[in-house]
């Protein structure tokens, strides 16, 4: 049984937790360049492709809805299984849409993470963040507010053009 009153044992997940956040740090920084520098043009191209599609996807249907109410108005059967899938298509186009929200850390996330940093000694945390990034910078707001809450003290170093800066040390 893990024992929270060990010095040892604090310690110990202190030194885990310091030695993951460093890897995510590198983690990410590598995966923020890589999203930056390629993954970010090919979302781009893929979302307009996509939008395309559902549009020429949305008005087939909404042609073929019409003629099949033209057609067989005394059908109400295969009329109820195009409105159905009518609405299955605008579900899945709510369901897209909700993905490609911004990421945000609120709510009973926000409150977990608090938790979480309050059982620690507070640390001092250098952020940074991309340029012409929103989502980046709402979340880096995010975060920075609930480290402040959880008295954790935040150096804003900025914004970068790219993520190729000198190497962090420490956390």
Not at 62 to 85: F, G, H, M
């Amino acid at each position: 049984m893990w024992d929270w009153n060990s010095i040892e044992n604090l310690q110990t997940w202190r030194n885990w937790l310091l030695i993951a956040a460093a890897g995510l740090t590198g983690l990410g920084l590598a995966i923020g360049v890589f999203a930056e520098q390629y993954m970010g043009r090919r979302i781009e191209k893929l979302r307009r492709e996509k939008d395309a599609h559902l549009e020429q996807t949305v008005d087939s249907s909404q042609t073929k809805l019409k003629k099949s109410e033209e057609v067989q108005r005394d059908q109400s059967t295969k009329l109820a299984e195009t409105k159905a899938a009518l609405e299955a298509e605008r579900t899945r186009v709510q369901i897209l849409e909700e993905k490609r929200k911004p990421r945000r850390l609120l709510g009973p996330d926000r409150n977990r993470f608090v938790a979480f940093l309050r059982q620690n000694p507070p640390q001092t945390v250098k952020v940074r963040s991309l340029i012409n990034d929103a989502e980046i910078h709402t979340f880096t707001a995010d975060l920075v507010s609930a480290l402040g809450e959880a008295g954790w003290k935040v150096e804003d170093v900025g914004i970068s053009r790219s993520m190729t800066t000198p190497p962090v040390v420490g956390i």
